[in-house]
């Protein structure tokens, strides 16, 4: 008797395992960089809590919605709000599937141990950005948000011709502090989650006032999902309060 019970919990067990592996899934996802750090820490425990895979491709958002209206397909794209409403409104996004979770601000980085300029006011922050040597933000060609808003930012201060010469910018996708740590750039200036993520550099804070640009981050389920359940339970994990604490700890603020 206790033979025959011990083969059929053998095999309720693994019925059930095989049945776990089956409803186990490989998610795609479309990631834009700006919550890559945080993201990439959350991965393993959605993955351990679920048995689903992540497979994840990053890049800017400009760059994947892009991507997506050129024939790409995902199973969940996370990038900033206003990126999802632009492909929900072209009918990529299955309706009512997404959610803000997270935003965040600017920040400008120097190199570890450097002195940390003045840029607590408009004047002391154009002075700084003036005096440096040489400085690199995301280039606005590639569509990055901190890039579009920063080039507008210096127009707006009335030096975007005196800083050309003196401006670098990092590969598409790529984090602008990194130019700080090899030295190419005195002064980084981008998303704060992407700079404070870089191994090297000091955060001196963000651009003063109305020249710093906050980020809201959104998710949504793809329409062209083979896995509805799985991309699903991807963006519940976003909301979560485990997700919300690594997102505080990268310098995004959950929403």
Known sequence: MRSIL???AAIAVFTFVQAGVAMAADIKVFSTIGVQAALEELAPQFEKATGNK?????ATAAILVKRVQAGETADVYVL????LDALAKDGKVSPGSDVSFASSGM???????????DISTLEAYKKTLLAAKAIAYSNPAAGGASGVFFAK???RMGIADQMKAKT????????????V???EAELAIQQEPEVMSVQGVDVVGAPPGDLNNITTYAAGVATATKEPNAAKALIKFVKSPEAAAVFKKRGLKPV
């Open 6 to 8: 011990g083969r059929l």
């Open 54 to 58: 992540l497979n994840i491709t990053w």
């Open 80 to 83: 900033t709000k206003q990126s």
């Open 107 to 117: 920040a400008v980085v120097v190199k570890a141990g450097a002195p940390k300029p």
């Open 153 to 155: 930012s210096l127009e």
């Open 168 to 179: 670098h910018h990092p590969p598409p996708s790529g984090n602008s502090a990194l130019l």
């Open 181 to 183: 740590v090899n030295g």
